[in-house]
Structures are given as C-alpha cells and as structure tokens.
C-alpha cells in the first residue's frame, strides 16, 4: 500500500509538471506576440477598484455583452470582443498551443482566449493545481495575485499577474477551473495601461460562468 501511494503521488507530480510546462509555453508566446503588434489608442478606465478579494462587474450595461455555450458551461462575452478567425488565431498564438476560441476587441487592446482541452483535472484538484501555477508563475512574473471563488459546486481559481517585458508591462488575467473532470482556462491579457479595462472584463467573464 505504501508503494502504491507514493507511485501515486510521483504520477500526480509529473502530470501537475507536464501541464505546467504546457501553460508557461502559452504565457510566453502570449508576450511575445503582444510585444510585436501595433498601438492602438483607447480611453484608460478612471477609476482602479481595489476588490478585496471579490470580483466586481464595473461594466453593467444593458445589451453590452451575449452568452456563449461552451458544452457543459457557458459564459458571458463583451459585445466589444469580435470572434478571431482560425488564421488570425495560428498568426497571434504559438501553434503547438492554439486557444479552441480566441477574441480581440474592438480597439484591439485586449485579448481574450478560452483553452479548452482534455486534460483530466478534477474539481477537488483545482487549488492545489492553481498553486502549483502561482508558484511556477512566481519564478519570471513580477507580481501575483490569486482569489478563489465556488459556483454550483465547482471551485474556480482566477491569478492576476504582472510581467515585464523589455520596456513594457503585461497584465494577465486567467480563469482556471474543472468541467466533467477536464481542465478549462479563459485567459485576457493587455497593456499594463488597459489594465482596469481588462480586468473589468475578466471580473464580468468570471461572474457570469454558468455551469
């Protein structure tokens, strides 16, 4: 029994390794193709709401965003994100790690992909999995922060980072949770100067997951 146990443990460990792996991949070739597009002029939110912990929807409008199923869960998407077509996803994305769906909104500040896979991560594993991804995390972004949030039974981890790149800073809003035992994660990312924009977005995004 105790080798059995600790043979299970090793396997955990280097599936929770090969995921990671996988993930770092995404957030890198997300940087680098931020780094190469071109500028685009919008108007900065006024106001940074400090959450404490919660997610707050700053954008309520009515009309200004629409459902998307995605299978077993859906969520709610920003009337201002316009669906990207395959060729511009395999032109932004790595093409070893292309989002199942990727969007762009309208001024072109910010970039909302949805990565839906089959690799089995159960709900019960999805903190200790969303840990593991702050740690590794740790070790090349320049802060970190992460919330976790329960809805109809299913834990739901969000990270928010910040990563330099040459002159510019990243900010990264991630999604991470479990659906039928398989891992799911919604990431936006932009500007560090669109990051009220962004994260107002992601907070909506977050909010409205219906399973």
């Known amino acids: 029994m105790k080798d059995s146990s600790i043979n299970s443990r090793k396997s955990l460990n ?3 390794f090969a995921i990671i792996l996988s993930i770092m991949v995404i957030i890198v070739s997300v940087f680098m193709v931020i ?3 071109n500028n685009f002029n919008t108007k900065k939110n006024d106001e940074n709401k400090d959450t404490n912990n919660t997610l707050n929807s700053v954008i309520n409008n009515n009309n200004s965003h629409y459902t ?3 299978g077993s869960f859906s969520v709610d998407i920003p009337k201002d994100f316009l669906v ?3 060729e511009e996803i395999k032109l932004k994305y790595q093409i070893e790690n292309l989002p199942t769906q990727a969007y762009v909104n309208e001024n072109k500040t910010i970039n909302l992909a949805f990565y839906i896979k089959n690799e089995i991560v159960q709900n019960s594993e999805i903190e200790e999995y969303v840990r593991v991804m702050e740690h590794s995390y740790k070790q090349f972004v320049d802060e970190i922060n992460v919330v976790f949030l329960e809805k109809a039974e299913h834990k739901i981890g969000v990270l928010e980072f910040v990563k330099s790149a040459s ?3 990243k900010y990264n809003y991630e999604i991470v949770f479990s659906d039928n035992g398989n891992l799911r994660i ?3 990312n932009c500007d560090i100067e669109y990051k009220n924009e962004c994260k107002s977005f992601g907070d909506i995004i977050t909010n409205s997951i219906n399973f």
């Open 186 to 188: 919604i990431s936006l």
């Open 167 to 169: 002159s510019d800073e």
């Open 84 to 86: 990207m077509s395959d």
């Open 35 to 37: 780094l190469v597009r």
């Open 14 to 16: 280097k599936k929770y």
């Open 68 to 70: 998307q199923n995605f």
